[in-house]
């Protein structure tokens, strides 16, 4: 019998991160160089209009800014390097960052947004001239109408808390409307919702209460009941929650609340396991939010620029971000700024249009039926990886008397964490190891040594299988070599570092200004 | 075969609770609680434990062992109950030698499981006789219980006691033990306003869920929270309205910031600041200081007070533990409203989802003040969080219908 002349691949790949010791932009500039070699003056303008005179001087600075000074290749290089740095969506089985549903972003919606017919408009010339543009804002604006049951939706938010944020605002301009905006200064939300809702009400000035979940890990009636008082704007709650659990007494919170006066809103961050089985209006909501980059598939880019969606009742809709494109009976699109109980503009201009345009693709791509596909071959995914991660020793699931999760779970490692020390923390970093990406959750840890997956619609039942066998070889690592796994990563771009300096302020230098004022001397290169 | 279950109870544990003195260790302390009025519930907390044992040993033929005189035998005595008596000689007042040489005697007489009352310095006077040699299970009676040998109250103990006791006189299932840690704190560094656990040696216990866990460690980002609950917490205190600090880190957090000097493990009444139209950092007044219960009963009664308490640590008990001073009557004159419990959102996360727990010896005290309580995380933020008994009443069956 032949042999390969090779010895075979082993179960699992032989990642190793690119590590190219690449200084920062500014360490690489070299004086006088340069990236585009801009012409003289034409003579011929030059004597007409003076050689110097390229800007008016109004608006000419006095000193040059402190750019890096680049060629275009060195530039090229620089961020191809940076970008092999990263475990970054479209090389890695991306299911580890659960809450964030990291799902594929089509590149032929890259080809649509590049149409010069979008791509080179300006958000101040004449809407007449940008019908086009302004239809695909109010056909997506109807169509997540349609898959909320909201009256009206604006896609201004320029991202998934943004749009909290807007709806936090419409909450306050609603009971101002009705003399009762100082009364109502307390918002409700859950440990377990998107952490967004707190953070936007409390950045509105509203006093935050936190309910804690039952012992089943279900948002706890009898917990809101307590907090639910005519002080009380409203409750920002999302629907499954971080930990997949879907809570089937939806309904009745939202009539509490109604009961005291206050206004639901519906957090949709973690919407794509429910397209088109359920609707927050349907269960009573006044508002809702989508994050696109989320359900919609825009690219979720490095914290932005993202796009979110706020959905109302008709009682709302006064109060919507403006202005708001608006379709007259001829056919024609405007936008309208005539609207006083408007909160104003939440984003500069109308939103973030390229990804306005992703998501308006897909869904079209999609089509009503796919979107509800979506959410079910997610739930499907979810089920599957959840077979496997469970049978890993020492992994399990957060209430695991609960059995129904939507379409992601926050999982466990408290027992291999008590029989080995091994925190989820160290397991991330030696995940890493193998070429995936991997989170706990959000602060405060409720669920002890969390991890979260979400493998959304996207991932093949190969790669769910992959992702898995990394786990559980991490897992048995802990056991019988944790060296291994607390000194990681080992193949990656930087070794283990020190979290101290992350948690010293005095030490941040967030920009290359800051990093020269507290580092005199560090920027300069022998 | 025959089950035997043995009795120590520190007659003396618990003095200091009351009577604001941060402990009740050395015989010199001890004095001056009692001078203070202090009393030991120790006699009591045992009573209860026997009395949940009661059915369990006469169904099981069970052997009940118990210290001399007042460390057991008397005690067991007004139960009604038969009982052994170690031969061992026990002095009058008892000490902390007496509690060790019991512990030896026992282990020597090799018996399934000793109960002993008391708190933090009863469990290290244990370890020194008996070591890990034999399981033991604390009723809770002392000022201090960090360690995690300790049942969160009376009724409890007899619940894991009774559970083990029957695994053992099965002897189908083995009943399986753990080793905990027995903390001390040094007193003396405590009533300087220092906490200094110390590490004093181990035990081993039988599993069960309700055994109080060890304190859990603070990490850097608690202690930010804990500043940011103080700010919160001081800003309440800007109404004038005078309140007692429960002991604590959190709750000396709130001191330092008014500017006024707290006792770390006693209570202080205090006044806020901003009340006499100073700066709301500072401007406090320390109106009284280590508080005693009657001190504090006299203070509730006289005029409207806040009781302000902070959550212990990994145990999340709010009364009970090392503020016994707080006693029923004061609580039931303050009045639950009248009650504020702080608690950084880690605290309230590395609970595990248990409730907060109160055990002040008065059923109709701890019901009143079990529910859905609003704890202070933080400035403009709060938490509802269960207070309650370590029981869940909670309805089961209400999520039937999830998907």
Redesign the interface.
């Known amino acids: 019998m032949t042999r390969l002349p090779v010895a075979p691949k082993p179960p699992l790949r032989r990642f190793h991160q690119a590590r190219w010791d690449e200084p920062i932009v500014f360490e690489l500039s070299t004086p006088g160089s340069r990236g585009i070699g801009v012409p003289e003056v034409d003579p011929a303008i030059g004597a007409t209009i003076g050689d110097d005179a390229t800007l008016p001087a109004a608006i000419r600075r006095e000193n040059p800014p402190a750019l890096p000074e680049l060629a275009q290749p060195q530039v090229l290089r620089h961020y191809v390097r940076l970008s092999q740095e990263n475990l970054g969506a479209d090389f890695n089985i991306d299911v580890g960052q659960g809450t964030c549903t990291m799902k594929y972003s089509p590149k032929v919606n890259e080809v649509v947004i590049r149409d010069p017919r979008l791509y080179d408009t300006h958000p101040c010339q004449d809407p007449a001239t940008a019908q086009g543009t302004l239809e695909i804002v109010h056909r997506l604006e109807r169509m997540l109408a349609e898959i909320s049951g909201m009256d009206a939706v604006s896609v201004q938010p320029a991202a998934g808390s943004a749009a909290i944020w807007a709806n936090v605002s419409m909450i306050r301009a609603y009971h101002a409307s009705r003399g009762e905006g100082e009364q109502r200064d307390e918002i409700i939300t859950t440990i377990f919702s998107h952490p967004s809702n707190a953070a936007c009400a409390k950045t509105a000035g509203y006093k935050v209460i936190t309910l804690h979940p039952d012992e089943h890990g279900y948002p706890d009636l009898a917990a809101l009941r307590a907090a639910l008082s005519d002080r009380t704007a409203a409750l920002l709650i999302t629907n499954p929650e971080d930990t997949g659990i879907y809570n089937p007494r939806i309904a009745e919170f939202v009539a509490a609340v109604h009961e005291v006066g206050g206004l639901a809103c519906y957090d949709q961050a973690n919407a794509n396991g429910i397209l088109g089985i359920t609707r927050a209006r349907d269960a009573g909501f006044d508002l809702c939010h989508f994050n696109l980059h989320k359900t919609f598939s825009t690219p979720h880019a490095c914290g932005g620029p993202a796009a979110g969606a706020c959905g109302v009742t008709e009682a709302l809709e006064p109060f919507l971000p403006g202005p708001v494109v608006v379709r007259d009976d001829d056919g024609t699109y405007r936008l309208d700024a005539d609207r006083p109980q408007s909160i104003g503009k939440v984003s500069p201009f109308y939103g973030v249009i390229p990804n306005i345009v992703r998501a308006y693709t897909w869904i079209m791509t999609m089509g009503a039926e796919g979107l509800r596909e979506v959410a079910e071959i997610a739930a499907l995914n979810n089920n599957y990886l959840a077979q496997k991660i469970l049978q890993i020793p020492g992994a399990s699931m957060g209430y695991p008397e609960t059995d129904a999760r939507i379409e992601q779970i926050r999982y466990t490692w408290q027992e291999l964490t008590e029989q080995t020390g091994i925190s989820t923390e160290q397991i991330g970093w030696r995940a890493a190891d193998f070429g995936v990406h991997y989170w706990s959750s959000h602060h405060p840890f409720v669920i002890p040594e969390p991890f979260t997956l979400e493998p959304t619609e996207s991932y093949s039942r190969g790669e769910l299988d992959e992702y898995a066998a990394i786990i559980a070889e991490v897992a048995r690592e802990a056991r019988e070599d944790p060296e291994t796994v607390r000194t990681a990563p080992h193949r990656s771009t930087v070794h283990l570092t020190g979290h101290e300096d992350f948690d010293d302020p005095a030490r941040w230098a967030v920009t290359w200004r800051a990093y020269l004022r507290k580092y005199p001397g560090a920027g300069v290169r022998s | 075969m025959t089950i035997t279950v043995g009795l120590l109870v520190n007659p003396v544990a618990g003095l200091g609770g009351a009577a604001g003195l941060a402990g009740s260790d050395g015989a010199d302390v001890q004095r001056r609680a009692a001078q203070r009025g202090g009393v030991s519930h120790a006699a009591e907390r045992a009573t209860v434990a026997l009395d949940g044992l009661r059915s369990m040993l006469s169904a099981h033929d069970a052997v009940l062992v118990v210290a001399p005189g007042v460390m057991g035998e008397t005690i067991a005595a007004a139960t009604g109950l038969d009982a052994a008596v170690l031969d061992v000689p026990v002095s009058t007042p008892t000490s902390a030698a007496d509690t060790t040489r019991c512990a030896t005697a026992f282990a020597a007489a090799g018996v399934d499981l000793m109960l002993f009352a008391g708190g933090d310095g009863t469990a290290a006077d244990v370890a020194r006789g008996c070591g890990e040699r034999i399981p033991v299970l604390g009723i809770p009676s002392g000022v201090k219980m960090y360690s995690g040998c300790f049942a969160v109250n009376p009724r409890a103990a007899a619940d894991i006691a009774r559970h083990f006791l029957a695994g053992r006189a099965a002897a189908s299932a083995v009943p399986t033990t753990e080793m905990v840690e027995v903390i001390d704190l040094d007193e003396d560094a405590l009533r300087d306003g220092q906490v200094r656990p110390r590490l004093t040696a181990s035990l081993r216990i039988p599993v069960a869920p309700t055994v109080q866990s060890r304190k859990a460690p603070t990490a850097?980002?608690v202690a930010e929270q804990a500043a940011a609950v103080a700010a919160a917490a001081a800003d309440l205190l800007a109404d004038g309205v005078p309140t007692a600090l429960g002991p604590g880190g959190t709750t000396q957090a709130v001191a330092d910031r008014l500017g006024v000097p707290g006792t770390l493990l006693g209570v202080d009444v205090v006044r806020g600041g901003n009340c006499d139209g100073s700066d709301s950092a500072g401007g406090g007044r320390l109106l009284a200081e280590g508080a005693s219960e009657p001190e504090l009963y006299d203070w509730a009664t006289r005029g409207p007070l806040r009781i302000m308490v902070s959550v212990i640590g990994g145990q999340g008990f709010l009364f009970g533990r090392g503020n016994q001073q707080f006693s029923p009557r004061v609580l039931g004159a303050v009045g639950a409203a009248n009650i504020v419990i702080l608690a950084p959102?880690?605290k309230?996360?590395?609970l595990?989802?248990r409730p907060l727990l109160v055990d002040t010896g008065d059923a109709d005290t701890d019901a009143l003040l079990s529910?859905?309580?609003?704890i202070l995380?933080g400035p403009?933020?709060?938490?509802?969080?269960?207070v309650g008994e370590r029981t869940?009443q909670?309805s089961?069956d209400?999520?039937q219908?999830?998907?």
């Open positions: 850097a980002n959102e880690a309230l996360a590395a595990g989802g529910g859905y309580r609003r995380t403009g933020q709060w938490a509802v969080y269960r869940d909670h089961t209400q999520h219908g999830a998907i």
